[in-house]
């Protein structure tokens, strides 16, 4: 697989304003690392984050494993949330992730909040792993006090080629149960519908709104899964009835 460059100022300007007039109240920026090297691509996306800032809306970052003071250097930028998937329990994490482990991603979400940064978390559901790690997920994402402030419900995308191209799709029905127990367990949170909803119907959408969910991800593309166009999700939210929350004032 071939490396991309992190994208070019401009791109990442005319975009942020692109979904800020769509109707998007937060702006998140990624990069596929496995952590985060100090460096010129680092003071890239720091300037980025001031840029996007600038724009009045809120910012977002997913770069990977952090240090505390990578996480400090973010939210001197004008960071305010950080996302980092925890992805499921700790049981089932290392039978699908070998490059790092659970505690790894539990100290990066550590630095993140030590540093007065707000945390985004949440996993993957669809990977063959039973109800009873989805539970243990859930405990774990409410054994952080403070609550999470947004928890993202992301569903496999099975790409050809991967060792779960051939997993079987997980019910509509079990992921509204698991977005109505986190809307319990976490009544304060922004729940968000990740990846995973270009596979969605309009309905099961529907259904996990009705359950908790208050909020999804738009844009055509989430890093590396295929997302709803916003004239769809436009049309979505107005079949609802909802109306999109404003960004916070910088």
């Known amino acids: 697989m071939n490396r991309s460059p992190l ?6 300007v005319a975009a942020a304003q692109q979904a800020k007039q769509a109707g998007a109240s937060r702006f998140c920026m990624g990069a596929a690392w496995k952590h985060v090297k100090d460096g010129p691509e680092f003071d890239r996306v720091l300037e980025l984050v001031q840029t996007v800032r600038e724009e009045g809306l809120e910012t977002c970052c997913t770069l990977g494993m952090l240090t505390l003071t990578q996480a400090q250097r ?5 960071l305010q949330f950080y996302n980092h998937n925890i992805d499921t329990s700790r049981a089932f994490y290392e ?3 070998q490059t790092r482990t659970y505690d790894d991603r539990l100290k990066t979400l550590e630095h993140v909040r030590e540093a007065g940064l707000r945390v985004c978390t949440g996993g993957i559901l669809g990977m063959g792993e039973s109800h009873e790690d989805r539970i243990a997920f859930i405990e774990q994402l409410a054994s952080f006090q403070p609550s999470p402030e947004s928890i993202t419900v992301n569903t496999l995308v099975a790409f050809a080629g991967t060792p779960l191209e051939k997993q079987e799709k997980i019910s509509n029905f079990d992921i509204v149960r698991v977005i109505a127990t986190l809307r319990i367990t976490h009544p304060s949170s922004m729940i968000r519908l990740s990846a995973g909803r270009l596979g969605m119907s309009q309905e099961a ?4 709104f009705y359950s908790g969910a208050n909020s999804v991800f738009f844009g055509e593309k989430l890093l590396t899964s295929p997302n709803p166009s916003i004239e769809e999700d436009q049309k979505l939210m107005d079949e609802l009835g909802y109306q999109w929350k404003a960004a916070e004032a910088p």
Do not use: P
């Not at 973010?74 to 004008?78: H, P, Q, R, S, T």
């Not at 959408?205 to 996990?208: A, D, K, N």
């Open 7 to 12: 994208m070019e100022q401009s791109e990442v």
């Open 205 to 208: 959408q529907f259904l996990c």
């Open 74 to 78: 973010l939210k001197d930028a004008g």
């Open 95 to 97: 039978k699908i992730v």
